[in-house]
C-alpha cells in the first residue's frame, strides 16, 4: 500500500520558518524523483521545488528561490521542504510527490493529503 504522509505545516508568521516533511512507504523510494506542490484557494496547483532520485539535483520554482530548500533521505524514505522567510503569499496546502518513468515509458504519481501552511503577515 503506497503512502506518502506530510507533515509539519502550521500557523506562521511572515518571515518565519517552518520545515515539511513527508513519510513514504509502499514503494521504491529512491528510485523516484519526489517533489512539493502547493494549491492555494482559487489557484491551481503549481510545483514548488523537485529533486532527483540521488539527491543531487534540485529544480525550484522562482517564487521560492533562496528561501525553500528540499532535500531527501533515502535511508528514511523521507523528503523535506525547509522553507525559510515565509511570505503571506506562501500560504497554500502543500502537497508532496512522487514519481517514476519506467524504462517501457509508463509514468507512475504518488500524492499525499496534503498538509497547510498559512503564513500571517
Known amino acids: 500500500q503506497v503512502q506518502l504522509v506530510e507533515s509539519g505545516g502550521g500557523l506562521v508568521q511572515s518571515g518565519g520558518s517552518l520545515r515539511l516533511s513527508c513519510a513514504c512507504s509502499?514503494?521504491?523510494?529512491?528510485?523516484?524523483?519526489m517533489s512539493w506542490y502547493r494549491q492555494a484557494p482559487g489557484r491551481e496547483r503549481e510545483l514548488v521545488a523537485l529533486?532527483?532520485?540521488?539527491?543531487?539535483?534540485?529544480n525550484y520554482a522562482d517564487s521560492v528561490k533562496g528561501r525553500f530548500t528540499i532535500s531527501r533521505d533515502n535511508a528514511k524514505n523521507t523528503v523535506y521542504l525547509q522553507m525559510n522567510s515565509l511570505k503571506p503569499e506562501d500560504t497554500a496546502v502543500y502537497y508532496c510527490?512522487?514519481?517514476?518513468?519506467?524504462?517501457?515509458?509508463?509514468?507512475?504519481?504518488?500524492w499525499g493529503q496534503g498538509t497547510q501552511v498559512t503564513v500571517s503577515s
Open positions: 509502499g514503494f521504491t523510494f529512491s528510485s523516484y524523483a
Open positions: 510527490n512522487a514519481g517514476r518513468r519506467s524504462s517501457s515509458g509508463n509514468y507512475y504519481s504518488h
Open positions: 529533486i532527483f532520485t540521488q539527491g543531487g539535483t534540485t
